[in-house]
């Protein structure tokens, strides 16, 4: 189950799945959007299911979790991908532009692990990945919203490691730093190259070799590896810089 893979890293991580042989569930606010992501990964219909649910709505969750469950008997990994961010500077975020940022990047989270639990202890084990940011260990200026709640979604991911160890579930999460999508900010030209003068690499990641690193990850079997986020950044471990205009920049940015 891959939360949010309709477009961007989602869709490459589940076309990864596909490729390595895995049943794959495919995910989308829009079940149409879903559906035309099922048709483009080319796959045996019987191995990818595509499935419609707003991750902020706990029946919906829940509802995601019956209709898997009932396709193919079991959940074994679990990649809460979903996210979303509007940039803007703190001082002018409304509380509900925040709330629907914490909403998404995190409850969604906590709802999506409360709801999928029962089913990995029934199976006494499961694999859930959180992808997170390297948003939440450095100021993030113009997202301050959306960098407290990928911090928060790494201290659930650690906190529910150890919760759920003696289950058999494992809960781990990557950080990643910037990635080329269809949809990213980094395809405009001048925010690209400000960002890979600031990668070791020179250069930043792409979905399909994050997606590697995440199913990699997954695919650790030891329970003694669980409660970690891992940061896969290609040795980025700078300031971020802010992506607002000059004249937007908030202090420090
Ligand atoms: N791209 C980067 O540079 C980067 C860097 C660091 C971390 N990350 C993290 O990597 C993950 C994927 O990022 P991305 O760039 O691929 O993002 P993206 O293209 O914006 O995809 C996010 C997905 O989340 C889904 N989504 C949003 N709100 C939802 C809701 N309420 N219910 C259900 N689904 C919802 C969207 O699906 P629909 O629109 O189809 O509903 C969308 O496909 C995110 O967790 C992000 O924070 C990305």
Redesign the pocket.
């Known amino acids: 189950m891959i939360?949010?893979?309709?477009?961007?890293?989602?869709l490459e991580l589940a076309r990864l799945a596909c490729h390595r042989g895995m049943r794959v569930v495919v995910?989308?606010?829009?079940t149409d959007?879903?559906a035309a992501a099922v048709a483009s990964l080319g796959a045996d219909t019987g191995s990818v299911l595509g499935l419609g649910?707003?991750?902020?709505r706990e029946e919906e969750v829940e509802s995601l979790v019956e209709q898997v469950v009932q396709r193919f008997g079991r959940i074994d990994l679990w990649v809460n991908?979903?996210?979303?961010?509007f940039f803007a500077p703190a001082q002018d975020i409304t509380p509900n532009g925040w709330r629907a940022i914490v909403?998404?990047?995190l409850n969604?989270v906590f709802l999506c692990c409360r709801a999928v639990f029962p089913v990995m202890q029934r199976q006494s084990s499961g694999c859930i990945v959180n992808?997170?940011?390297?948003?939440a260990y450095r100021p993030h200026p113009g997202a301050v919203h959306?960098a407290a709640a990928?911090a928060a979604v790494n201290s659930l991911t650690q906190t529910l490691g150890v919760e759920w160890a003696p289950y058999g579930i494992r809960v781990n999460g990557v950080a990643?730093?910037?990635?080329?999508?269809a949809?990213?900010r980094?395809n405009d030209p001048d925010i690209r190259a400000a960002m890979e003068a600031e990668q070791p690499t020179g250069r930043?990641a792409t979905?399909d070799e994050v997606a590697d690193i995440v199913l990699s990850l997954a695919a650790i079997e030891s329970t003694y590896f669980t409660g970690e986020t891992v940061q896969v950044d290609g040795g980025y471990r700078s300031v971020l810089r802010s992506p607002l205009p000059a004249h937007q920049q908030t202090a420090g940015g």
Not at 3 to 10: D, K, L, Q, V
Not at 81 to 85: I, S, T, V
């Open positions: 939360t949010g893979s309709a477009s961007g890293i989602g995910t989308s606010r829009s959007k879903a649910a707003d991750l902020r991908n979903a996210a979303g961010l909403d998404v990047n969604a992808i997170s940011s390297i948003a959306y990928k990643l730093g910037p990635v080329l999508t949809a990213s980094f930043i979905a």
